[in-house]
């Protein structure tokens, strides 16, 4: 089934390549499929693509934590932090400082 609604995205994205929710939709699936490697790159991509896309900071540093790179986490998160304060997004913000504060005290 995960098969199918990649394929599927993947036909959404070619039909509106502008909509950061489709990258952000593949790549959670390809995570559901164990794919980590690739999860990160689409992450990678969707933040470098659509900078402002809040969702996709969270997403990425925990994959980076649990890839046990920390340095990279936090990076990660300290750019959601701003960019959800920039937003006015004070629950997202609220989370990502949690995280950060959480792998600056390890």
Do not use: C
Not at 12 to 34: N, Q, R
Not at 47 to 59: E, M, R, T, V
Not at 73 to 89: E, F, P, S
Request: glycine share 4%.
């Amino acid at each position: 089934m995960s098969e199918d609604r990649i394929q599927l995205l993947k036909e959404w994205i070619t039909s509106d390549p502008s909509d950061p929710f489709l990258h952000y939709a593949l790549a959670l699936e390809i995570k559901k499929k164990g794919q980590l490697r690739e999860y990160v790159q689409h992450l990678e991509k969707l933040i470098s693509s659509f900078p402002s896309y809040l969702p996709a900071y969270y997403q990425l540093g925990q994959a980076y934590e649990e890839n046990l790179n920390q340095t990279r986490a936090l990076q990660v998160y300290k750019n959601g932090h701003l960019l959800a304060r920039k937003q006015n997004d004070h629950k997202t913000a609220g989370e990502i400082n949690e995280a950060i504060t959480r792998l600056e005290e390890e």
